[in-house]
């Protein structure tokens, strides 16, 4: 059968993990993908997490199927963390959640349901995006197009530009958001700017998807979710998918919720049959664990406090591998202003660093960065910092 078959490229994102564990340099260091480590170059299980698994080691007694859409206990947790406790979103009913694989697992249910009741609408993207945004779409059977996000050239947000192409989405198109940390870029929107974008999503009749993978990782859990509030506010349908590999470290649980806000309760009740019946044909009902962590952490006010701190222990700690390596490029004479890397928000950088320098660092001193120049800024420690100024030096003085 694979006789004449090409062989697939490997993942721009996960093949690099693969080619940096094959890596046998002892003084490696993985940039690449998004996953946080700690000063020991670990990614560690928070304290937290293990609290919560003890509770449920004591406490599981069956490992029978979940609902098709998961814990409702879960349901209830996401919707609170995704909008907020008093949102009338959760309160009227008409936001509907149901627990997926992850991040990605939410964004194909999503993607699975849009394709059946809105089979050509196009699916508009940032420019640039997450590299998986187009494979889960394009599988989904979406044709892609691109709006206008970030500028290159300043560094910055092109808010100009993204208004001026979201103004141009006709209606029953799809617009794929990142609500914090952009990725890869690290460039976000404000608070004002959600609005302005929410306000043309309503007017225009286009259906927002927000990708929210990063929640408290950009300044808290509260302002994060200011791109969701505003949509919850204009009163449309539209789509979240989000995930807690990131803010709970719980990467290989695969714990995400796809959760589908509808204009009323009732017709939220239209979309949760829907919902239920694209899970059933994709993986039939979740894996239990990630979520029951995630319900019991959030729904203690204990453990979610503890939750919190460690939270932002990682956030601080991202913060200061940005002004370390700001200052440890400009320490070594590096040309150009770097501070845009201590503006970004989240794990990543969009560095500037070409193609050219991506390989000249694979290859000559076994660092791992995503093809674009996406830097991973939680693979720094105290540890690798000079070792990757000093490469960085040298690779761009070459
Ligand atoms: C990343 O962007 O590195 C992460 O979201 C991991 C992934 O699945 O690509």
């Known amino acids: ?30 940039l690449g993908v998004g996953v946080y480590k700690d000063e020991g170059g670990k990614t560690p299980v928070l304290q937290c997490v293990k609290a919560a698994e003890k509770i449920l080691l004591e406490k599981e007694e069956t490992k029978s199927y979940l609902p098709i859409t998961g814990d409702p206990l879960y349901a209830s947790e996401v919707q609170k963390l995704l909008f907020g406790e008093d949102s009338e979103v959760v309160s009227t009913g008409r936001a509907v959640t149901a627990h997926a694989p992850g991040g990605t ?6 993607a699975e349901l849009l394709k059946k009741f809105n089979p050509d609408a196009k699916v508009w993207i940032s420019s640039p995006t997450w590299a998986n945004h187009k494979g889960v779409f394009s599988a989904a059977g979406f ?3 691109e709006y206008s996000y970030y500028d290159a050239a300043t560094k910055s947000l092109d808010f100009d530009g993204m208004v001026e192409s979201l103004n141009k989405v006709p209606a029953g198109d799809i617009v794929l958001l990142h609500t914090c940390c952009h990725n890869p870029s690290g460039v976000d929107l404000n608070e004002a700017q959600w609005k302005n974008i929410a306000e043309i999503g309503k007017e225009r009749g286009w259906i927002p998807f927000l990708d929210f993978a990063y929640q408290g990782f950009g300044e808290s859990v509260e302002s994060d979710r200011c791109g969701v509030v505003a949509f919850a506010a204009t009163g449309v349908d539209f789509f979240v998918a989000s995930s807690f590999s990131k803010n709970f470290g719980l990467y290989n649980e695969r714990t995400g919720a796809i959760t589908v806000v509808a204009p009323n309760a009732e017709d939220g009740a239209v ?23 995630v319900a019991t952490i959030l729904a203690d006010a204990e453990l979610k406090k ?71 800024l939680a693979g720094l420690t105290r540890a690798n910092i000079d070792y990757v100024c000093d490469s960085i030096a040298e690779a761009l003085k070459g």
Request: proline share 3%.
């Open 271 to 293: 979309a949760m049959s829907h919902l239920k019946t694209s899970v059933r044909v994709i993986y039939s009902n979740p894996p239990a664990h990630g979520g029951l962590v």
């Open 105 to 110: 697992g939410a964004l194909r249910v999503g």
């Open 1 to 30: 059968m694979w006789r004449n078959v090409e062989t697939a490229p490997a993942d721009s994102i996960l093949g690099l993990t693969e080619a940096f564990k094959n890596d046998t340099n002892p003084e490696k260091v993985n």
């Open 143 to 145: 044709e892609l197009a």
């Open 306 to 376: 503890q939750w919190l701190q460690e939270l932002s222990g990682m956030c601080d700690r991202i913060k200061e591998m940005r002004s370390a390596l700001v200052d440890g490029l400009a320490s070594r004479g590096v040309e150009g202003d770097f501070s845009y890397i201590t503006s970004q928000r989240g794990m990543f950088s969009f560095s500037g660093l070409s193609d050219d320098v991506v390989k000249w660092l694979r290859d000559n001193r076994s660092i791992y960065v995503v093809g674009g120049g996406r830097i991973n």
